[in-house]
């Protein structure tokens, strides 16, 4: 059989974590998976990242909790979830049933809590990686606090390296000077993978009433209005870390993802489409399988970082231009 | 179970006053659309051709349409509106034979207890009544004579309960202007109606609202006040509709001292019984 009639290879590696296609849903749009069920087959995705689980269930943000903005949405749900107990008896037992990698995202307030909700995992069958959210924009404690700050990168992911057997991702924010020395910390502190970006910080007004429209003031900023800025970092972090990176923000079809393959990311993440439009991520995997076709791509893992051959861009340079400390 | 599924636009017709009624089918080809509860809804893109990137988020709109006899599958639903924004603005300008996404149907709808004997009080602000009307067609279907008390601004939103007088359903009207029925709110309007009824309103009627939420809230005191069970349909921004995005959640206490939890309006709801709704 030529390698044309059995289809183009999707399956990709992102270093210990083996996917049979690249595309994964993001952590706080799919649920814990079994939401999806009666939209999608799972088994038709390479991953999916449940939404961040701490070690108490949590009640989330006062309501109003999102915003519509232009190809965007901003929200502050405040990691509303059932906690990690209720995740490995409730819905890891359906998740096992089907065909697809489940990483299960974890959030603490403390480097202790991290650690504890790593080693919580560590024992459960069908758990493929742990995320590690240091990037959510919406919590007092915890989160972004660590997500902007080198150090506690590092000791956060020592923390849960220690803790576990599992590939450890690393979730990046954007919202900092320079994601590379980040990216840097977590990589030299032993993360496996990074996972970016996040959603970016943002508020909208409601003019009518003079106050923000989120009850909780500012939110995170996720769409397709925030691919552009996700694509830049992806190619940068990649020119910065050897390790390999999962890429996200406004994937909504398959070419939105080829960009983040080509701009170096291993695998793609698949959020906000999903509110959208429930079966995205399955519609988004046929879409890359097509363009591998149409364009002759044995395997898609040949993409990866294709859009760095293509001249010197200056990935060193900040946001401002300014030329960062080297890592 | 919901189906997302592409609808054709058969009729999308002016009612006056900004109110739209959108007739949407299955293409020929397509599966038909899963039965539906009163009280449940359907996410809807706003007639632009394929997905948009602005707006991005579909609405969610409460289906109209009185659920189809014995739960059979149906061809087409309709969807009454009104335009309040800039996405209900758009889907009026959406012409026959375009296709939206619809993602229907969703959430619990109305399934109040019934006492022997009981009938349906529906109190209606403004185009809150669009999610209460196949409600009232069902318990009309069912022999039953459900009442629609409709409060709105003035005389003009009127065309917001010209197709539940069409189908035969008793409505009392109530505007804040005073240009048509009583002067007052839906709120002032129950609270007259249950005192008149006198200590057998209990037994005699079950509530169901639906409108703005300070409307909802000042139902849900009457009804408390005059001990008449009374539920109610949410409302919220969505995302998603289907339980994912967490966006769209309302304060609920089981019980007096209970802690506060939050619920999703579009999975748990959005009918919620009014005395658990942290207002």
């Not at chain 2, 006053?17 to 959108?22: D, G, M, N, S, T």
């Not at chain 2, 089918?25 to 038909?32: E, I, L, W």
Request: proline share 8%; net charge positive.
């Amino acid at each position: 059989m030529s390698a044309a009639a059995a289809g183009p290879v999707l399956a990709v590696s992102a270093g210990p974590l083996a996917l049979k296609n690249p595309v994964m849903t993001a952590s706080g749009t799919c649920g814990y998976g079994v939401d999806l069920l009666p939209h999608l087959e799972l088994s038709a995705l390479g991953g999916i990242v449940c939404k961040s689980l701490s070690l108490k269930p949590r009640e989330g943000s006062a309501p109003c909790r999102i915003a519509e903005t232009p190809a965007g949405m901003l929200n502050a749900i405040g990691l509303q979830n059932i906690g990690v107990e209720a995740f490995l008896r409730d819905k890891l037992p359906e998740l096992r049933r089907h065909d697809v990698a489940v990483v299960a995202n974890i959030f603490g307030e403390t480097v202790q809590e991290f650690a504890q909700l790593a080693r919580a995992l560590d024992g459960a069958d069908g758990i493929a990686a742990v995320e590690l959210n240091i990037s959510c924009p919406n919590t007092a404690k915890g989160g972004i606090e660590f997500g902007v700050d080198p150090e506690a990168t590092a000791r956060v992911t020592e923390a849960v390296k220690a803790a576990t057997r599992r590939p450890v991702i690393v979730k990046l924010s954007p919202n900092v000077t320079d994601i590379t020395l980040i990216a840097r910390a977590a990589a030299a502190a032993g993360a496996d993978i990074l996972s970016l970006v996040n959603t970016f910080v943002g508020m909208a007004v409601d003019v009518q009433r003079g106050r923000p429209i989120l009850a909780s003031g500012a939110g995170g900023l996720s769409g397709p209005a925030i691919r552009p800025l996700a694509v830049l970092l992806t190619y940068r972090v990649a020119r910065a870390v050897s390790i390999p990176l999962i890429g996200l923000g406004g994937i909504r079809s398959g070419a939105d993802a080829l960009e983040f393959i080509m701009a170096g990311a291993s695998a793609v993440q698949v959020g906000t489409a999903t509110f959208t439009e429930p079966g995205a991520a399955a519609r988004i995997v046929r879409e890359m399988e097509e363009h591998c076709r149409r364009h002759g791509v044995a395997s898609i893992a040949s993409l990866i970082g294709a859009a760095h051959q293509h001249g010197a861009f200056p990935p060193e340079a900040g946001p401002a231009g300014t030329a960062a400390a080297a890592g | 179970m919901p189906l997302d599924t592409a609808l054709r636009i058969e009729e999308n017709r002016h009612l006056g006053a900004a109110h739209f009624l959108l007739t949407l089918s299955a293409p020929p080809g397509s599966p038909p659309l899963p039965s539906w509860k009163a009280g449940q809804f359907a996410m809807i893109g706003l007639g632009l051709p394929g997905p948009t990137n602005d707006p991005l988020l579909r609405r969610p709109f409460s289906i109209f349409e009185p659920p189809p006899q014995r739960q059979a599958p149906a061809s087409s639903l309709r969807i009454f509106y009104k335009v309040l924004g800039r996405g209900t603005a758009l889907l009026a300008r959406a012409r026959p034979g375009t296709t939206v996404p619809c993602l229907a149907p969703l959430g619990n709808g109305f399934d109040p207890p019934r006492a022997a004997g009981s009938r349906l009080l529906l109190v209606a602000g403004g185009i809150g009544a669009a999610s209460l009307h196949p409600l009232a067609v069902q318990e009309l279907r069912e022999g039953r004579s459900p009442l629609m008390l409709y409060g709105c601004r003035t005389a003009a939103d009127l065309a917001g309960i010209a197709p539940s007088r069409e189908a035969g359903i008793e409505v009392r009207v109530a505007t804040d202007d005073g240009t048509a029925g009583a002067s007052g709110r839906a709120g002032d309007l129950l609270d007259r109606f249950l005192r008149d009824e006198g200590p057998q309103a209990s037994r005699r009627w079950i509530i169901c609202a639906c409108g703005p939420h300070a409307m909802m809230r000042h139902a849900a005191q009457v009804a408390a006040r005059h001990g008449v069970p009374c539920h109610v349909s949410l409302e919220s921004p969505m995302a998603c509709g289907f339980g994912v995005c967490v966006g769209c959640v309302v304060g609920v206490r089981d019980g007096a001292g209970e802690p506060l939890r939050y619920r999703r309006i579009c999975v748990e709801g959005p009918v919620f019984d009014a005395a658990v709704v942290a207002w």
